[in-house]
């Protein structure tokens, strides 16, 4: 399967333990966004990474959530003491230069979050 | 800010039924349009997606929308569901020319139950 890819698929902490989620994109892709969904939402933007570059970052990045994409290639979010605010599924998207149309994600499966 | 409004958060049609689903967004400029899809347990999918062009775009499985500027919508038809459709259907838009970032607003989503 050559999709996006997170991991874990879900995650069960307590309030106030780290948790950090994995997502590997679509390999030709160059572009790495981050959204969260809850319970009768749609995904919200929270930031996005051209190469490893982080260019963008919504107001809901409070500063507890870290992103990174060292190389360009796989990115994690840290969340550090997480809230019970925090549950929610965590959804990784690749685009940009490889795709039909720099506008057209692709999703991957995303990381459930539940916090205790 | 832009916004995306579905007008239906849930649908119930029997098979045959010809469905179509609200959505209305609110930015005035230039901007990409896409329709994506989850079905239970899976990812988002990309259904349909507007750029440019011919108004009136196909998608998969028999859907398509059309994009009507005056009236600042995207709404999703199909003339006859079948119980595969049973899904969640999100419109989604991003700003047509700092839309080369992707990031993307999405509705609340509408779930479309079909009965057999």
């Known amino acids: 399967d050559t999709g996006v890819s997170q991991d874990p698929r879900h995650k069960i902490t307590k309030r106030g333990q780290n948790v950090t989620f994995r997502c590997d994109p679509i390999s030709e892709h160059n572009r790495l966004y981050w959204y969260r969904q809850t319970l009768g939402q749609g995904p919200e933007f929270l930031t996005y990474?051209?190469?490893?570059?982080?260019?963008?970052k919504s107001r809901l990045l409070s500063d507890r959530f870290s992103a990174e994409r060292p190389k360009g290639s796989f990115s994690t979010l840290e969340i550090q003491r997480t809230e019970q605010g925090d549950s929610a599924m965590y959804l990784c998207?690749?685009?940009?230069?490889?795709?039909?149309?720099?506008?057209?994600?692709?999703f991957g499966e995303g990381s459930r979050l539940t916090v205790l | 800010a832009q916004s995306v409004s579905q007008h239906n958060h849930h649908v119930i049609l029997s098979e045959a039924a010809s469905l179509e689903l609200g959505c209305n967004y609110s930015?005035?400029?230039?901007?990409?349009l896409f329709w994506y899809v989850q079905y239970p347990g899976q990812h988002l999918q990309l259904l349909l997606k507007y750029f440019s062009g011919d108004p009136l775009v196909k998608g998969i499985k028999g859907f398509e929308a059309e994009f009507i500027k005056s009236k600042f919508s995207f709404n999703l038809r199909k003339p006859s569901v079948q119980w595969s459709d049973t899904a969640e259907y999100f419109c989604?838009?991003?700003?047509?020319?700092?839309?080369?970032?992707?990031?993307?607003?999405f509705g609340k989503g509408t779930k479309l139950s079909v009965k057999p």
């Open positions: 990474f051209q190469n490893e570059a982080q260019l963008e």
């Open positions: 989604a838009v991003n700003d047509g020319y700092g839309g080369s970032q992707g990031n993307l607003i």
């Open positions: 930015y005035g400029g230039t901007v990409n």
């Open positions: 998207a690749s685009g940009g230069l490889g795709t039909g149309h720099p506008g057209e994600l692709f």
